[in-house]
């Protein structure tokens, strides 16, 4: 006897460039396809590092975890270099398996992580009719030349941009990280007078894992905590300026570093800033060593360079920073967060990285960890606007809404 699963209310096929074996993959793409999975039949292709499918019980152990969740896990190889021949290389295998696995599952929907996977999506579109979500994850394109890695002149640049323009048209849902990309995206010449279906769903944290413990607060100096890169984006240097100002208020406070590959450029810094080490404490860390490590964090740093694309960013972050009760220091321009941040009362924004403002900025942000409810106001925040199954509720909306109407 055959029993069918009536609640499994559609049925889509899920692409991202990222691996899942990766931590992004792990709490971004996962963290929602593993809740989403009670109610959607879920087909995942992604591209994984050479050196994550080494770990065999890493691999072995996420294949039975998604086996017994009933999804279905095709992972591909990445291609790094050189850069736009791998791409394209990836975008070829891609597109193959895709068309293969929609076709041999009747498969209706597809989603497609950011940029590089919404040009086999869009490709499923225009020869299969599939219903396809635009995942843009931020300004990709505008990312790369802000970045400093592309020129507008480059032919590159106007390629990613055409594509830009055809996901954002051919796209039944595309689903946005901020309010602010929303807003901008409107005005583009080329969506007026189009009804385009936006989403914002930003990126979200399990609050079940992240939370606070206050009686190991208790018994510690003052742990000012860094997460994540240090290059590129992040004006790094400001940030351990900012710790002398609160060890100078402060000296016994301490800082912790939390990082991937970056710790030779972070010591070197540290050294030329003057930062007794023994304060500091720089670490590469699992995703369960982060969660550990920011239930010890009285407060938590990042700033980003200011850029037109950082219109599109949601850093990841600031919810689980939120979540943990921990206020933030950070600066104006970054997606929704200063709106966020100040709406809430859990952070503080700097307008500016002058002497005045970080001092003033540093000040503000000690009196933020003496309130008696800043960790009650910091988990609100997160529940309000970082809450993993509000994420997975709105993405279920959209997989209801798209499965109905193409029956």
């Given at each position: 006897?055959?029993f069918?699963?009536?609640n499994k209310?559609?049925?889509?096929?899920?692409?991202s460039?990222?691996g899942l074996?990766?931590?992004?993959g792990?709490?971004?793409?996962?963290?929602y396809l593993?809740?989403?999975?009670?109610?959607h039949?879920?087909f995942?292709?992604?591209?994984e590092k050479?050196k994550?499918?080494?770990?065999?019980?890493?691999v072995?152990?996420l294949?039975?975890?998604l086996?017994?969740?009933?999804?279905?896990?095709?992972?591909?190889?990445?291609?790094k270099k050189?850069a736009?021949i791998?791409?394209?290389?990836?975008?070829a295998?891609g597109?193959?398996?895709?068309?293969?696995i929609?076709?041999?599952?009747?498969?209706?929907?597809?989603?497609a992580?950011?940029?590089?996977?919404?040009v086999i999506?869009?490709?499923?579109?225009?020869?299969?009719n599939m219903?396809?979500i635009?995942?843009?994850r931020?300004?990709?394109?505008?990312?790369r030349v802000?970045?400093?890695m592309?020129k507008?002149?480059?032919?590159i640049?106007r390629i990613s941009?055409?594509?830009?323009k055809?996901?954002?048209?051919?796209?039944?849902?595309?689903?946005?990280l901020?309010?602010n990309?929303?807003?901008?995206?409107k005005?583009?010449?080329?969506?007026e007078?189009?009804?385009?279906?936006?989403?914002?769903?930003?990126t979200?944290?399990?609050?079940?894992?992240?939370?606070p413990?206050l009686?190991?607060?208790?018994?510690?100096?003052?742990?000012?905590?860094?997460?994540?890169?240090v290059?590129?984006?992040?004006?790094?240097?400001?940030?351990?300026?900012?710790?002398?100002?609160?060890?100078?208020?402060m000296?016994?406070?301490r800082?912790?570093?939390?990082n991937k590959?970056g710790?030779?450029?972070?010591?070197?810094?540290l050294?030329?800033?003057?930062?007794d080490?023994?304060?500091v404490?720089?670490?590469?860390?699992?995703?369960?060593?982060?969660?550990?490590s920011?239930?010890?964090?009285?407060a938590?740093?990042?700033?980003?360079?200011q850029?037109?694309?950082?219109?599109?960013t949601?850093?990841?972050?600031?919810?689980?920073?939120l979540?943990?009760?921990?206020?933030?220091l950070t600066?104006?321009?970054?997606?929704d967060t200063?709106?966020i941040?100040e709406k809430?009362?859990?952070?503080i924004v700097?307008?500016?990285?002058?002497?005045?403002?970080?001092?003033?900025g540093?000040?503000?942000?000690?009196?933020?960890?003496?309130d008696s409810?800043?960790?009650?106001?910091c988990?609100?925040?997160?529940?309000?606007?970082f809450?993993?199954?509000?994420?997975?509720?709105?993405y279920?909306?959209?997989?209801?809404?798209?499965?109905?109407?193409?029956?």
């Open positions: 006897m055959i069918l699963n009536i209310m559609a049925k889509f096929l899920y692409i460039h990222d074996l990766e931590p992004l792990q709490s971004q793409v996962l963290g593993e809740k989403l999975s009670n109610s039949k879920i995942i292709i992604s591209y050479e994550d499918m080494l770990h065999v019980d890493k072995n152990f294949k039975k975890n086996n017994k969740k009933d999804i279905h896990w095709f992972p591909l190889k990445y291609h050189p736009v791998a791409t394209l290389f990836d975008i295998i597109l193959f398996f895709s068309l293969y929609a076709l041999r599952y009747h498969i209706k929907i597809v989603h992580r950011s940029y590089t996977a919404s999506a869009l490709v499923l579109k225009k020869i299969i219903r396809y635009f995942d843009m931020g300004f990709w394109v505008d990312e802000d970045g400093g592309w507008k002149s480059d032919y640049f941009k055409w594509f830009e055809s996901f954002l048209v051919n796209a039944d849902v595309v689903v946005s901020t309010k990309a929303v807003d901008e995206m005005m583009f010449p080329y969506l007078n189009r009804d385009i279906k936006f989403k914002v769903i930003t979200c944290t399990n609050l079940q894992v992240f939370k413990d009686t190991i607060k208790q018994k510690q100096p003052f742990v000012l905590g860094y997460v994540g890169s290059g590129v984006w992040y004006m790094f240097d400001e940030a351990l300026y900012c710790f002398k100002l609160i060890q100078e208020i000296p016994n406070a800082m912790h570093i939390i590959g710790h030779d450029f972070i010591y070197s810094r050294n030329i800033l003057g930062i080490l023994k304060y404490l720089v670490e590469e860390l699992d995703r369960d060593g982060v969660v550990e920011m239930r010890v964090m009285n938590g740093i990042f700033f980003y360079r850029a037109y694309s950082k219109k599109a949601a850093p990841t972050k600031l919810g689980e920073f979540a943990s009760g921990i206020p933030c600066n104006k321009g970054v997606g200063s709106e941040l809430t009362k859990c952070g700097l307008s500016n990285f002058s002497k005045e403002e970080m001092e003033r540093v000040i503000l942000l000690l009196s933020l960890t003496e409810c800043i960790l009650d106001r988990r609100s925040a997160a529940l309000d606007y809450s993993l199954d509000d994420g997975v509720k709105s279920n909306e959209i997989y209801e809404t798209l499965g109905r109407d193409k029956d």
